[in-house]
């Protein structure tokens, strides 16, 4: 089997092939943030956590699957807890998730507002550029009205095309995190 670049980084579980991240603790309240006196289930991550993951989930190629190991170091087992981290986890990315979908058909959305307005503006533009009255305003309107097409039709390709690319590659990695296998280790 060929050896990938980031082999050398990451352990990969030899029975699955998961990639490995691991996340050192000294205690479970390290997980959630400090400034959220919610109950542990409801409890708002860490943002040090959040950017932990996320940073290292786009590392790892998205066709590979992630297991998260949280390796407590001042703590005993405490499955009560281990739910409750796992529960919130598990949580907040599919909330991410799930605000990355909702902006996705958003864009497609204003997508087809943008072209039916560009298609509307080249309609009328050509309108002008046929009538034969008043040649000097009709050719003004006709090319802002051209222009603004084209920027309304390049807006909804942006919008298609360039932004949604990069909306699909997060939801794929808060995807997988949310199904990525957490397990707890004791010191």
């Given at each position: 089997?060929?050896?990938?670049?980031l082999?050398?980084?990451?352990?990969?579980?030899?029975?699955s092939g998961d990639?490995?991240?691991?996340?050192?603790?000294?205690?479970?309240?390290?997980?959630?943030n400090?400034?959220?006196?919610?109950?542990?289930n409801?409890?708002?991550?860490?943002?040090?956590?959040?950017?932990?993951?996320e940073?290292?989930?786009?590392?790892?190629?998205?066709?590979?699957?992630?297991?998260?190991?949280?390796?407590?170091?001042?703590?005993?087992?405490?499955n009560?807890m281990?739910?409750?981290?796992?529960?919130?986890?598990r949580n907040?990315?599919?909330?991410?998730?799930?605000?990355i979908?909702?902006?996705?058909k958003k864009?497609r959305?204003?997508?087809?507002?943008?072209?039916?307005?560009?298609?509307?503006?080249?309609?009328v533009?050509?309108y002008f550029?046929?009538?034969?009255?008043?040649?000097?305003?009709?050719?003004?309107?006709?090319?802002n009205?051209?222009?603004?097409?084209?920027?309304?039709?390049w807006e909804?390709?942006s919008?298609?095309?360039?932004?949604?690319?990069?909306?699909s590659?997060?939801?794929?990695?808060?995807?997988?995190?949310?199904?990525?296998?957490i397990?707890?280790?004791?010191h």
């Open positions: 089997m060929k050896q990938s670049f082999d050398q980084f990451y352990t990969v579980d030899p029975v990639y490995i991240i691991e996340i050192a603790l000294k205690d479970y309240d390290e997980v959630f400090t400034w959220d006196s919610s109950v542990y409801i409890r708002d991550l860490d943002s040090s956590l959040k950017s932990f993951l940073e290292f989930s786009y590392e790892i190629d998205s066709r590979n699957k992630i297991k998260l190991i949280f390796v407590m170091q001042d703590e005993k087992k405490d009560k281990e739910k409750s981290i796992e529960t919130g986890v907040y990315f599919n909330y991410r998730y799930f605000l979908t909702k902006q996705t864009n959305k204003k997508s087809v507002i943008y072209i039916l307005i560009s298609m509307m503006f080249t309609i533009s050509t550029q046929v009538s034969e009255e008043n040649k000097l305003i009709q050719e003004l309107i006709s090319l009205l051209t222009v603004g097409g084209w920027v309304f039709l909804a390709f919008l298609l095309f360039m932004q949604s690319g990069n909306l590659k997060r939801r794929k990695h808060y995807k997988r995190i949310v199904s990525a296998p397990v707890f280790r004791y």
